[in-house]
């Protein structure tokens, strides 16, 4: 007897760790989660959530979401995901409260940066919107549609001036930004950042300039030679 106990033990043990390292194993392969059993499930939760909150049926996709929720509550991404959830299941002010929270709680997560984004411009505020942009600048997210934000939020006058005083108050992120296809909102914002005080890396200069000598004004050699002049170097 105490040897079928012995085994059923042994049996029991192997099948949480299995379970366990299958877990683990899921945050570099994704395709593993599946194979989870759900009482394992906490890294693999993450990527079941991910692929069921945007495709699957709203109930679902919300009953999966509070799963992820409240085996990991901590991390930003999660409460995002949650939100996306609540949203297709129609409770619109739940979702907002929501990402706002994950936006208070970390930067680095693109969906709750691209949902302040729009919430900030809906709301008339240009100046948190541009800190948002710029978030999603650093995050570096090649599914964020970062020209589309950034053409929307360039397009009047108080989001060129918010940008322009963001891009003033540095950052790397302003590699990726200066980088963007150049567009007359692109060069009129650059020119007031260099009008402001903003000072680019020298590497970043000739993107600068080649922003604003496609669309030049009055100013223009004025304001490249003052962003060669001011230029950051790198201390070797």
């Excluded at 929720?69 to 907002?96: F, K, T, Y």
């Excluded at 929270?101 to 541009?130: C, H, K, N, T």
């Excluded at 599914?143 to 322009?164: I, S």
């Excluded at 600068?208 to 001011?230: H, K, S």
């Amino acid at each position: 007897m105490k040897r079928i106990a012995w085994i059923v033990l042994m049996l029991a043990l192997a099948v949480v760790a299995t379970g366990a390292e299958l877990d683990r194993a899921s945050r570099r392969q994704p395709a593993l989660a599946a194979l989870v059993p759900p009482p394992f499930r906490s890294f693999a939760q993450e990527q079941v959530a991910i692929a069921t909150v945007r495709r699957d049926r709203p109930e679902r996709a919300l009953d999966v979401a509070r799963t992820l929720v409240r085996r990991r509550p901590m991390p930003a991404e999660h409460l995002s995901l949650l939100a996306i959830a609540m949203e297709r299941a129609g409770d619109r002010r739940g979702s907002a409260l929501l990402i706002q929270s994950a936006a208070r709680r970390g930067w680095r997560d693109s969906i709750a940066q691209q949902a302040m984004f729009d919430i900030s411009l809906g709301a008339g505020d240009p100046v948190e919107a541009s800190h948002r942009l710029a978030a999603i600048n650093a995050l570096g997210d090649d599914q964020a549609p970062t020209t589309d934000f950034t053409r929307r939020l360039l397009a009047t006058p108080a989001g060129r001036e918010a940008m322009a005083r963001t891009l003033v108050d540095g950052g790397n992120w302003r590699k990726a930004f200066v980088a963007m296809p150049a567009t007359p909102d692109l060069a009129a914002t650059l020119a007031l950042a260099i009008r402001h005080g903003a000072r680019f890396d020298c590497s970043r200069v000739p993107a600068v300039e080649g922003a604003l000598g496609a669309y030049p004004g009055p100013d223009t050699p004025t304001q490249i030679g003052q962003a060669r002049a001011d230029c950051i170097r790198k201390k070797r």
